[in-house]
């Protein structure tokens, strides 16, 4: 009877770690699934969808573009929220893009993830333009440098000049040409993976909005 009992315990002692590893190895399926439902949800969608980001984050502490997806979209749900939620969120999404950056340095995805992170927090607190708009700008220009064709690099320069004032030698007719060349960037972009960064086309269509 004790050997019968024990049959079920030692059945999961040894199908247990190869399940685990299985899981453990599918992160990247389960981004990809997360990733597609964050392209058409409602802000209101993405919280838990970020507790998944973030998990997966933590889980892979290896994985820069865990860390960078973290990151990000809590970056990204912080321009759709109040004041108070967007500085919650530049807090929470801080030590994933500077660890992104961090493990990656001349990625210029993670550069231009950098300045976009700056330019939300600029946005959760304007007061903070004066200090952090000239380093957005400056990690914009890095990424640029860095791939010059990554859409995205172009689009934290763009937005960086356009809500620049004007005395500060910013705004929207500043904006264009580097708007211009914005818009080219997206209409050549091919991302190279499902996993490969490739957001940033329903922003600039908002601000490409603002010229016509």
Not at 75 to 100: H, I, M, N, R, Y
Request: charged residues 15%; aromatic residues 12%; hydrophobic residues 45%.
């Amino acid at each position: 009877m004790q050997t019968l009992l024990r049959l079920p315990f030692l059945f999961w002692v040894l199908v247990a770690p190869a399940a685990y590893g299985q899981e453990n190895n599918n992160w990247q399926q389960v981004l990809e699934q997360q990733l597609q439902v964050l392209e058409s949800a409602e802000p209101a969608a993405w919280p838990p969808r970020i507790d998944t980001l973030i998990g997966l984050a933590e889980a892979h502490p290896e994985e820069w573009l865990l860390q960078y997806y973290a990151g990000w979209a809590a970056t990204q749900l912080s321009f759709k929220s109040d004041k108070k939620e967007a500085e919650a969120l530049c807090q929470e999404a801080g030590p994933f893009v500077k660890k992104a950056l961090q493990m990656q340095p001349g990625n210029t995805e993670t550069l231009a993830l950098m300045g976009y992170w700056l330019s939300a927090r600029i946005n959760a607190s304007p007061s903070r333009g004066a200090s952090l708009g000239a380093q957005s700008r400056s990690y914009a220009e890095k990424a640029i440098v860095a791939d010059s064709t990554n859409p995205r690099a172009w689009l934290v320069k763009a937005l960086n000049i356009y809500y620049t004032p004007a005395i500060f030698g910013g705004g929207k007719q500043r904006a264009k040409p580097t708007v211009d060349i914005t818009a080219a960037r997206f209409a050549a972009f091919k991302p190279d993976s499902a996993l490969a960064p490739n957001w940033g086309q329903q922003i600039f269509n908002v601000l490409m909005a603002s010229y016509r």
